[in-house]
């Protein structure tokens, strides 16, 4: 009777379970990023494979591509691998509910959690996308899970899968990296040489993978100074800013608040392209008012993580994650792990009515999927179809980019095109000047093109001071408006 009970109570969560399963599974983006086209050039063509920060991501996709595209062979590698996001997704979600109920042996508090954390922008974002993100995930909560276990049965084998796990999750992301440090800290708290033993001897794996990529994969003779420069290859590029200035004080808190709801500027364009959604403001207003009315109840308290100690490393591994995402420049994709975490330490700061989460989740779901995840997969903000068009139509012209790196990518995935030489953006001053002597023609969007923010634009603004507007070639319809193709020339 009691069992039944609870199914009855619960009837909201398997409602709202479902429609989170439609949407990660059948709501794919349609505006794909740079990365995204990185990483499906990885897995259709097979090249590649083991980029450093993120080992093996390519090649876990391009195993399961390679086998079932000889069942369907019409498959698109890009779709395919937002489907096993959305899977991982929802792995993920199944393994922290079970977590939950573990730790706390209450399941309605499980079920809000795990709805919460489904609804958050961040979470949903990279569900339905091709990122690096998720999957990464599902590995270290499974390490969590099996440090949950050694905590409640002292059983040694526990700490070896958690570390397994652990070593797994860093080999997909090394972002990672923090929530196995969080996890050897909480080791630590037992003083026993056989844990920290038994945890450090997987982590070996990792720097075995990454040898073994870099000499028989890459070729490059071993040396621990290569080992290191191949671990850290983002940090000795061109790409990597690592000072800390105003930016990462603006920026953080931004991209935290954003792991949980999406505010953007593409807000503005989607009311004027379905303003029926100007209901959904009020709507998801009343279930955030709720929300607030209902942590009227809460009642903080003096933190003791004395006999916390799942607690305790789950804290340490939020303010790890959290320090290196502010470190990165507020990286909204290095919070997306958060969520999972909060509700692993919450408690230890604070009590509170579960019915805050769930009207919260309620909120975050109609407004994410409504202002984000939809439209995402509807519309088509850029048109690039209509640019990389233009561009085969003129095979002797450069084109000056706002998007280079994108277009260069989507032309070879596409088309399987390499045409990366003549597509260029601002950070090409070289290569500008050697196609100015030759008399080249400039063709580029930058001049009317919307783009949507983003945290590169702030951290790495552009500049088109120099630039000096010839004539109009080709207007391309987009959602977002359109913009021009233009001739160009450059002030001396």
């Not at 919460?116 to 599902?138: K, L, Q």
Request: hydrophobic letters at 50%.
């Amino acid at each position: 009777m009691k069992k039944y009970l609870i199914l009855i109570r619960s009837y909201w969560y398997y409602i709202a379970m479902f429609i989170v399963i439609i949407i990660y599974l059948f709501f794919p983006g349609n505006n794909l990023s740079i990365d995204s086209f990185e990483y499906g050039c990885n897995v259709k063509y097979g090249e590649d494979l083991f980029l450093p920060h993120h080992l093996f991501y390519s090649f876990f996709n391009y195993l399961l591509y390679d086998f079932v595209i000889r069942f369907i062979p019409s498959i698109d590698a890009l779709k395919f691998m937002q489907f096993v996001n959305g899977i991982f997704a929802l792995l993920s979600l199944i393994l922290f509910h079970k977590i939950i109920t573990k730790k706390t042996n209450d399941k309605e508090k499980a079920n809000s959690w795990t709805f919460f954390i489904a609804s958050c922008f961040g979470v949903m974002r990279f569900a339905v996308n091709v990122e690096t993100y998720i999957i990464p995930i599902f590995f270290s909560l499974l390490s969590s899970y099996s440090y949950l276990n050694y905590l409640k049965t002292r059983r040694s084998r526990y700490i070896l899968f958690c570390s397994i796990a652990a070593s797994v999750a860093c080999l997909f992301h090394q972002i990672h990296l923090f929530w196995g440090i969080g996890l050897f800290i909480g080791l630590l708290r037992t003083k026993k040489i056989k844990n920290i033993l038994l945890f450090l001897i997987p982590t070996f794996t990792v720097l075995i993978a990454y040898s073994t990529v870099l000499t028989c994969y890459i070729h490059i003779p071993f040396s621990i100074e290569n080992l290191i420069t191949y671990l850290a290859d983002y940090y000795y590029s061109n790409d990597a800013d690592i000072h800390i200035g105003s930016v990462n004080f603006i920026l953080t808190p931004i991209s935290f608040f954003r792991t949980f709801f999406q505010v953007h500027g593409n807000i503005v364009n989607i009311l004027q392209l379905v303003p029926a959604f100007y209901a959904i403001i009020p709507v998801a207003a009343v279930f955030l008012g709720i929300s607030l009315y209902k942590m009227k109840s809460i009642r903080f308290k003096k933190p003791n993580f004395q006999y916390a100690d799942f607690e305790f490393t789950h804290f340490i591994i939020f303010i790890l994650q959290l320090a290196f995402a502010f470190f990165s420049h507020g990286n909204a994709e290095f919070m997306v792990m958060l969520p999972f975490l909060i509700p692993f330490f919450i408690y230890v700061f604070a009590d509170f009515n579960n019915k805050f989460i769930t009207y919260m989740a309620f909120a975050m779901l109609i407004w994410n999927f409504c202002f984000a995840i939809f439209p995402d997969n509807h519309f088509n903000y850029q048109n690039n179809e209509g640019l990389i068009s233009t561009i085969e139509e003129n095979p002797d012209k450069i084109f000056f980019l706002k998007e280079k790196s994108l277009i260069a990518g989507r032309l070879y995935y596409e088309r399987g095109k390499k045409e990366r030489y003549r597509l260029l953006d601002d950070s090409d001053t070289t290569a500008i000047k050697s196609f100015i002597k030759e008399n080249k023609v400039f063709y580029t969007d930058v001049l009317t093109k919307k783009m949507p923010f983003s945290r590169g634009h702030i951290a790495c603004p552009s500049d088109y001071s120099n630039i000096i507007f010839v004539r109009n070639i080709k207007h391309i319809h987009s959602d977002l408006g359109g913009f021009y193709v233009d001739e160009i020339k450059f002030k001396e």
